[in-house]
């Protein structure tokens, strides 16, 4: 099952679905769904949703890619969908999570 999670980090920027994972940890989809719940605490959309802002944070903090560029290399498809997740998750807007960042790293760098 880790595995199966790990990969999936892997290949964030790839559409991802609960039946692929599912036949990756030879589960059908509905017992890995249940599975999954028990043992991450989220369902595998919720999960993967969290795994690609967190892979936006570190993109974001280390690179100077466009938010477009971002959203294509971790799986949202489109800016305004990475935009959207990342306000409700992290509750700042992408750029302004930038703008924080590179503040913090100018000052003690």
Request: glycine share 6%; charged share 20%; proline share 4%.
């Amino acid at each position: 099952f880790r595995e199966t999670l790990d990969w999936a980090v892997e290949h964030l920027g790839e559409p991802l679905s609960v039946g692929e994972l599912a036949a990756r940890s030879l589960m059908s989809p509905r017992t890995f769904a249940r599975h999954f719940r028990a043992v991450v605490g989220a369902t595998p959309h919720q999960w993967l949703l969290r795994q690609r802002v967190l892979a936006t944070q570190q993109l974001l903090e280390t690179t100077d890619r466009s938010i477009d560029r971002i959203a294509d290399d971790v799986g949202f498809g489109s800016a305004a969908t990475l935009r959207m997740h990342f306000q409700r998750i992290v509750h700042t807007t992408p750029q302004a999570y930038r703008r924080t960042f590179a503040g913090v790293s100018a000052a003690t760098g």
